[in-house]
């Protein structure tokens, strides 16, 4: 979870999302929170393994790769001057140049957030939700809401986690990987109430937090990304691990009928119908859990992984047909509005970029569900707002939301431009179109400097996603897990269509009303044109200036 920035319009339960150091801290917490980074303990590693992944400085990591670009190396957090190079035995956080063509993360950061520990009786592995910078390192912490802590990890985190884990795992193998998504995975298990929903966070000893404002029991957030991720796991450990796959589908039969008791209310209201397209941000049709979009934009993503790994679930195709019809209809399809293509996110806030991935979404949908006759529907859904909405933010500026016409122009965050990246990576996937390709090239070059404050949000020596651009100049130095997680989610996409990493060595040269260009570090350029009508997109290669 990261900084979103201040805002008149954010509900309650994403208040925590502000940053540690915007609320209120106790010397307990931050005392607690030092002792677990500089006193790990036994369980702060895989029994056999090595512990885990560290910091160097930056110019010291990079001299070492200049030196050794083959070598393999780690970096350990350093609260005080005197980083040192890490044994062999030290776990491996991934190499930093590129296997060939694949894209690929670097998880070291990621590895240092996370930790071992026992919950319920399980073994279990966790993701830290924040990390300051401190002396040139990190010191993990907990959340804090207005002085009420939440806890030191969570569900929301810990899914996204897992889902890197578990894509590295699959494509790349490797033991740590595996064993992280597994304890990750047990770690989402020990979260599900007796009913089948969710809490969400855990307190530093290990208990879970069951009152919060951001962790009382629920089947929204928190809920629909554990279904994500155990879904995803499920194909990769069915053959590992039936027995933890057992446990996985129990806990999604137990959950789901949360999900379908509230969407069938919400149709039988509405007469059974998901409502029409354009209807406005101000009545969002039935079919979205919670009535928020962006919500059901990640339900839905893990009902595409579960029929994936159960093709025959009649009802998570009903349930995903259902919110895909929703999302679709719950779209602003007025040329000239402010909002024109995107898919609105919640009445109290129009649009929001965090979160929304209804494009990514509805891309994957018509992958599973091929035969369905509204698939087509679900693609030109995700076409408008790649096309009409997409492009122009690429083109001009990301801004933080949109509500009733009115800009919000920080933060921006990794959160946003991820899920950008992610559906325009899977609308290529599943239409072929190389211009969305291009988009999501584009969009992919913010984590490495084309942004406001040219430099990059994702260092990719460290591992480290940094948690936003907070205004023109003004980068955070923090680096907590959900800015992470997203900036390798992203990374992980892009290499999944082919997506090289001098390709992302771009910068924005050239704005004007429907165009913009682009140039790269190795003299390649490109033209990007969007129109105000919803009509395709362009991306065309030209000369560079210099």
């Known amino acids: 979870m990261a900084l979103t920035g201040s805002s008149i319009w954010r509900r309650v339960e994403h208040t925590p999302r502000v940053k540690v150091e915007q609320t209120a801290r106790s010397d307990q917490t931050e005392a607690l929170s030092a002792a677990a980074l500089e006193k790990p303990g036994r369980e702060s590693s895989l029994a056999g393994d090595a512990a885990p992944a560290a910091h160097l400085g930056e110019f010291a990591a990079r001299e070492q790769l200049a030196r050794d670009p083959g070598q393999e190396f780690l970096t350990r957090v350093q609260l005080r001057q005197g980083a040192t190079r890490q044994g062999a035995a030290t776990q491996r956080a991934g190499k930093v140049e590129q296997r060939g063509p694949r894209l690929r993360p670097n998880l070291g950061h990621l590895n240092f957030l996370g930790e071992w520990g026992q919950l319920g009786g399980a073994r279990v592995h966790y993701t830290w939700i924040y990390a300051d910078q401190v002396d040139g390192g990190f010191r993990r912490m907990q959340a804090d809401n207005m002085g009420h802590v939440e806890g030191k990890t969570c569900v929301d985190d810990v899914a996204r986690a897992a889902l890197v884990y578990l894509d590295e795992a699959a494509s790349a193998g490797g033991t740590d990987s595996l064993a992280r998504a597994r304890g990750s995975l047990e770690f989402i298990l020990g979260l599900q109430a007796d009913d089948g929903e969710f809490f969400n966070f855990v307190y530093l000893d290990n208990t879970r937090n ?27 450990f ?232 907070r205004g023109p100049g003004d980068i955070s130095d923090n680096a907590g897990a959900e800015s992470t997680i997203e900036a390798l989610l992203a990374i992980q996409a892009l290499g999944r269509i082919g997506v090289e990493r001098g390709e992302l060595e771009l910068k924005r040269v050239q704005t004007q009303p429907g165009m913009a260009r682009f140039e790269g570090s190795g003299g390649a350029a490109l033209e990007l044109r969007y129109r105000d009508d919803g009509a395709p997109s362009e991306l065309r290669e030209s000369a560079t200036t210099r």
């Open 210 to 236: 069951e009152k919060g404002v951001t962790s009382y029991k629920s089947h929204g957030w928190w809920g629909v990304r554990a279904l994500w991720a155990m879904a995803r796991g499920l194909r990769v």
């Open 238 to 469: 069915e053959q590992r691990d039936p027995a933890l796959c057992a446990r996985m589908r129990s806990s999604i039969e137990r959950l789901l009928p949360h999900l379908d008791q509230e969407l069938s209310a919400q149709l039988k209201g509405a007469g059974g119908k998901p409502g029409a397209q354009g209807a406005g941000p101000a009545s969002p049709p039935p079919g979205l859990i919670e009535g928020d979009s962006a919500v059901t934009s990640t339900a839905a993503l893990g009902l595409t992984e579960l029929l994936r790994a159960d093709p025959g679930n009649k009802t998570a195709a009903r349930l995903l047909a259902t919110m895909c019809d929703a999302m679709a209809a719950y779209q602003d399809t007025t040329p000239g509005d402010a909002t024109f293509g995107a898919h609105y996110s919640h009445p109290d806030e129009h649009w929001h970029g965090w979160g929304n991935r209804q494009t990514w979404a509805l891309a994957e949908a018509a992958k599973v569900l091929h035969d369905h006759p509204h698939r087509g529907q679900w693609i030109g859904s995700a076409r408008l707002e790649a096309d009409a909405f997409f492009a122009r933010l690429l083109a001009t500026h990301i801004p933080r939301a949109i509500h009733e016409g009115e800009t919000q122009d920080y933060d921006q965050i990794a959160y946003a431009v991820g899920s950008m990246v992610s559906g325009l990576a899977a609308l290529h996937e599943v239409t072929g179109e190389e211009r969305f390709k291009g988009l999501a090239t584009i969009a992919g070059s913010w984590f490495y400097g084309n942004n406001p404050v040219g430099r990059p949000v994702y260092d990719e020596v460290r591992g480290v996603g940094l948690d936003g651009i």
